[in-house]
């Protein structure tokens, strides 16, 4: 009876139909902007995940803001010296242990100048040390359109398109990577092997280079192999000589004896005597040959939506074992390019914000004053013996029935809208909204998470909308109110 009643009382009154549709406008916009914002984030995740900075990155921890193209700072911004990260076969086993994992690639990065030997232009790039084979096997988006990747130990480059078309290079070209360095120059040369294409246009892949690691190292001055000075040596094994000994005295026995020469014959079972393990070189067992020197470990796992329970738990890991390593999401392995991107949405954003908040601002007034002109209606129903009980409940669901109807129909038109929108196969030719959206063309996508969104938000303006007014109107005298007093 009371849902009838509270029914009955809003398709009489021609303000409910008005309240309906204006918050169902306003629904309708906050289910679009929404899809935008979503899809246009999801677009920019999977072009930079799937391009060059995986699902997460492993890094040498310090207190600036380091990404894969090195310091990014606001105020420096610079090419600064980039930490390895040790101990790098710990961390990689423990990487690679993770249920997640799907893959790997380490990196070491440098920056430099880049042109063509026997003349042309230059241009200043991030230059990416990687294993050629490993890295396209990670980066799903990167892919060959002429010549082939560079073997392990091969100084070859792999460039985009756009850049192999502005610098006018091809297949076989003789590359020079020049860094300055006081009054001096380095430079190291390398063969094009491959020019490669991502799936979605982006000036950013404009800015690195992919080439062997041994080509970065030398031209950035990075050791190779086996750094010595992170190897600690107990204090018992450095105390070889006592301080006073004389080392005059050391060969005080000596004497001039004639050569000796005799023949031994190994047999198989004593040569194995001869071998050395490996294993007992060194206690982190490295292998001949391994390389240590290494800034990055770019980090790819079987659900992108894992990212950051993976991160909080390596973090974990790192800290535990003392390790001067932290682990970091794709936004941050990407650096300022994507950082700027996301505040120009954030400030996007918030301009659509407070034109919705001004809307339900409107909405709420206007539920507020349906209540508060129905005083005198209240204070009879009171003065006839209708409890503030029954009163609360009608008028409660009076306003809850406007607003999730409202709810459901701007939910409807708003996904309604979107698939227009998406048959529409709006084309982006400018590489600003290309960056901005991570696609070339603007696709919306309506998740649960919007419509529960939504539903939430219908709720709360019912709750807002039926609160104030209803105490307000009980608590006037029922005289009163049927005398029209607000």
Not at 35 to 61: H, M, P, W
Not at 275 to 282: A, I, M, N, R, Y
Not at 291 to 320: E, G, H
Not at 453 to 465: H, N, Q, R, W, Y
């Amino acid at each position: 009876m009371l849902f009838k009643l509270a029914l009955k009382n809003v398709i009489s009154r021609k303000s409910s139909y008005a309240i309906i549709l204006f918050i169902t406008l306003s629904v309708t916009l906050f289910c679009v902007a929404n899809a935008v914002f979503d899809s246009t984030e999801q677009g920019i995740q999977n072009c930079y995940v799937s391009s060059f900075t995986g699902d997460l990155i492993i890094r040498y921890k310090t207190t600036t803001q380091v990404s894969l193209f090195g310091d990014d700072t606001p105020v420096t911004g610079s090419m600064t010296r980039i930490e390895k990260i040790i101990p790098y076969p710990e961390i990689k086993k423990t990487v690679e242990s993770l249920p997640e994992f799907d893959g790997c690639v380490s990196q070491v990065t440098g920056a430099g100048a880049l042109s063509k030997s026997g003349g042309g232009g230059s241009r200043a790039v991030f230059i990416f040390g990687v294993d050629a084979e490993e890295y396209l096997n990670t980066m799903s988006s990167l892919h060959i359109i002429e010549g082939a990747p560079y073997l392990p130990g091969e100084k070859g480059v792999m460039i985009c398109s756009t850049l192999a078309d502005s610098m006018k290079l091809k297949i076989g070209d003789k590359l020079q990577f020049a860094v300055a360095e006081g009054t001096s120059f380095r430079i190291r040369a390398a063969t094009l092997t491959a020019i490669v294409d991502y799936d979605i246009k982006n000036d950013i892949f404009e800015r690195f280079v992919i080439a062997d690691p041994d080509v970065v190292r030398a031209v950035m001055d990075i050791n190779s192999g086996l750094d010595y000075a992170d190897i600690e040596i107990a204090e018992d094994k450095t105390n070889l000589l006592d301080a006073d000994f004389d080392i005059d005295s050391l060969f005080e026995d000596s004497a001039d004896v004639d050569a000796i020469w005799e023949d031994i014959d190994i047999s198989d079972e004593d040569s194995s005597a001869l071998t050395v393990d490996s294993e007992s070189v060194f206690d982190n067992q490295i292998m001949p040959g391994e390389n240590l020197s290494w800034n990055f470990l770019v980090v790819k796992l079987k659900d992108s939506a894992n990212a950051n329970s993976v991160i909080a738990r390596l973090n974990r890991i790192f800290k535990k074992n003392g390790w001067p390593a932290e682990a970091a999401d794709w936004r941050h392995a990407a650096g300022s390019t994507s950082l700027y991107l996301y505040w120009m949405r954030v400030i996007f954003n918030v301009g659509i914000i407070i034109i919705l908040a001004a809307g339900f601002i409107i909405i709420n007034n206007t539920l507020i004053i349906n209540i508060l002109d129905q005083t005198r209606e209240i204070g009879t129903l009171r003065a006839i013996g209708a409890k503030k009980r029954f009163i609360s409940l009608q008028y409660m669901i009076e306003t809850f029935t406007m607003t999730i109807t409202s709810g459901i129909l701007g939910t409807a038109a708003g996904y309604f809208a979107s698939n227009l929108i998406n048959k529409a196969h709006i084309k982006f030719t400018n590489s600003f909204l290309i960056q901005l959206f991570g696609a070339d063309a603007l696709t919306l996508t309506i998740t649960k998470s919007n419509l529960f969104s939504l539903f939430i938000l219908a709720i709360v303006l019912g709750l807002v909308g039926w609160l104030y007014p209803v105490i307000t109107a009980l608590r006037i005298y029922p005289v009163k109110a049927m005398a029209g007093e607000k």
